[in-house]
């Protein structure tokens, strides 16, 4: 080796080591050199002159509520020009090692104490999810696949083009990778040409129909890079982000016809309520980017929704608008377990087929590397990568699930070799609604989501199912795993035994394909809507019948973007910040 390939062999060793002590050494400030600006929220005062001095009359002239996918980009955007306070219920995701390292993912989503990244919930229907609880919002507990958005829908959407082209290469050049395609995704790929899902389009973000190669937030050390580090790019002297601040509702001047935000209630860590306000400036706004759940919940416990749902929890009724929690729809997934008879390295999601008859074919492997992945109960909350249950479908009650869990402590290590392949249905029809079940923020609120409730939904589900059963029988998957050819019927019976959700299993439900994805319906936590355009807000995301409130996030959606909207999610809160700036500057804005 000569002396330049030695100086850069040791220049990679160096960053190596600075990223990995950033992300697993414990110290919880070990951020705070690139983020001077991200505190507890104990340490705010609405008197302090640290925080009062960054607005203009004693206030902000941006309060965003959830610093998430949505909201790291868009508080950056504007802190160029404008003071901006973010406020998040969760903390940093730099020195978590369950959300940095992609050995992890499953943990984090099996963590359901209170300080997890994660917060559990299960929709009406019986299927268990999860909603983020940290700075970065989903980009920190999700499989890291990055795709753009079809141009059908930024059309549909009615994004100017030109800024969305613009708002994509910002996120990708700070925190997206390509990745090398491991092995098992390699057949995976192989077996999705053959069985028809085709032209393969190599590695691309773009929304394409075929097989293709997709990005990742996972660096090739399997380190996450999250939204969070967005907020790198932002003006640390205009941007201040609260960590453990628990928005408790937003508050309106109700002295008027048409009632105005002039800022929100929030509580620290400590249990104490603090107000922050806007400036007194007409464009000054609170933007609420707390996430499909998190939006209507928090309009509803500030008194905008159904009137007498309000009245029902005792909320006082700012502006009724019955269509606030409703039009709640989640992309439901199914799976098809691949056996294996070699070691299978672990992999999220890295290949896609995206078909023309409505369902997405993606695949993870191999989660049975270490013991804390054996004892962790991911199958609670991702069902998708793989667990061999060994309870009977007729027997499988919450009870039962418990007991499950104990006893997977011994399981042998060989249990959990091989992969899953995953169907998604691409836009569902079928919708359903979001209502609270109380008036405490740290509460999930009541979710159902109807799957399956459109016969075309259940269709696609079925045309989906067969067509990955065909991947995994296809030559390419039996060569690399070393297994013979399943029939379908020993598939889908694998298939349910792994997976694990509260809806009640039938006798045959391996025998009819529409009772298997009725019976082992899961979520792959793209969840949208309740807060739709037109009906919540208007095309400029602001919320109908109030001044100084819009929202910033994937509850405006109709559909979910992309094969994975994180993406598009991140490129909204990009896109939204520039178009406020530039609305509210012009030229002058410098974006």
């Keep these: 080796m000569d002396l330049v390939g030695a100086l850069k062999l040791f220049g990679f060793l160096v960053l190596w080591l600075f990223n990995f002590l950033s992300s697993s050494q414990g110290k919880e400030n070990i951020y ?36 998430g996918t949505a909201g790291c980009p868009l508080a950056a ?21 369950n959300v940095s390292f992609l050995k992890n993912f499953h943990i984090t989503l ?9 917060q559990a919930f299960i929709s009406t229907d019986g299927v268990l999810n999860a909603r983020a609880r940290v700075l970065g919002g989903g980009t920190c507990i999700n499989a890291g696949f990055y795709t753009r958005a079809s141009t059908r829908f930024i059309k549909s959407v009615g994004w100017d083009a030109k800024i969305v082209n613009e708002s994509y290469p910002w996120v990708e050049k700070q925190i997206v990778h390509r990745p090398n395609p491991a092995p098992w995704q390699t057949a995976f790929r192989d077996s999705l040409l053959d069985v028809g899902v085709s032209p393969f389009n190599g590695f691309t973000y773009d929304h394409i129909y075929g097989t293709k190669v997709g990005g990742t937030i996972f660096d090739r050390f399997g380190r996450r890079h999250t939204a969070a580090e967005l907020l790198a790019s932002g003006n640390p002297q205009k941007l201040t982000v609260l960590l453990h601040a ?52 928090m309009l509803m416990l500030s008194g905008i929704g159904p009137k007498a749902h309000l009245r029902k929890m005792n909320i006082s009724v700012v502006l009724e608008n019955e269509f606030v929690g409703k039009g709640m729809a989640d992309n439901p997934m199914n799976t098809i377990f691949v056996p294996s008879n070699r070691p299978v390295e672990q992999t999220l999601i890295q290949t896609v087929g995206i078909t023309k008859m409505g369902v997405y074919i993606e695949g993870s492997s191999g989660f049975g590397q270490s013991k804390d992945s054996i004892q962790c ?95 995994v029988q296809s030559q390419h998957f039996t060569n690399y795993t070393q297994c013979d050819k399943q ?27 529409e009772q298997f994805c009725k019976d082992t319906v899961i979520t792959i936590w793209h969840y949208h809507g309740g807060c739709h355009v037109g009906k919540v807000v208007d095309h400029d995301y602001k919320v109908l019948g109030v001044k100084r409130l819009r929202v910033v996030d994937g509850s405006t959606f109709n559909e979910s973007p992309g094969t994975n909207p994180q993406a598009t999610v991140m490129m909204m809160g990009r896109y939204m910040g520039v178009k406020i700036l530039r609305d509210r500057l012009g030229r002058e804005a410098g974006i």
């Design 246 to 297: 628990t928005v408790q509702k937003v508050v309106f001047d109700t002295s008027r016809k048409r009632p105005k935000a002039v800022g929100v209630i929030f509580k620290d860590e400590n249990g104490n309520l603090h107000q922050a306000i806007l400036a007194d400036k007409p464009r000054s706004e609170v933007i609420l980017s707390c996430g499909a759940i998190g939006t209507p919940q």
């Design 487 to 513: 029939t379908v019927e020993k598939l889908l019976n694998m298939s349910v035994e792994a997976n694990v959700n509260l809806i009640p299993k039938h006798t045959n439900d391996t025998k009819s394909l």
């Design 377 to 471: 109960h991911h199958g609670i909350m991702s069902a998708e990568i793989g667990q061999l249950s060994t309870i009977p479908p007729k027997q499988r009650t919450p009870e039962a699930v418990q007991a499950y869990i104990r006893r997977k402590r011994y399981l042998p290590h060989e249990a959990f070799k091989g992969g899953f392949i995953l169907e998604k249905i691409a836009n569902p029809i079928s919708t359903g609604h979001l209502s609270l079940i109380n008036t405490n923020v740290d509460d999930n609120p009541e979710v159902t989501f109807n799957y399956f409730a459109h016969p075309y939904d259940l269709q696609r589900c079925v045309d989906g199912i067969r067509m990955a059963t065909k991947v």
């Design 110 to 118: 099996a963590d359901t104490s209170p300080t997890s990244a994660s």
């Design 32 to 67: 705070e050199f690139r983020y001077p600006f991200i505190k507890r929220a104990s340490s705010f005062s609405s008197s302090s002159s640290s925080f009062s001095s960054k607005g203009s009359n004693n206030g902000f002239d941006y309060i965003i509520v959830g610093g």
């Design 77 to 97: 955007t504007l802190s160029k020009n404008y003071s901006v306070l973010v406020l998040e219920r969760g903390g940093v995701p730099f020195s978590n090692a």
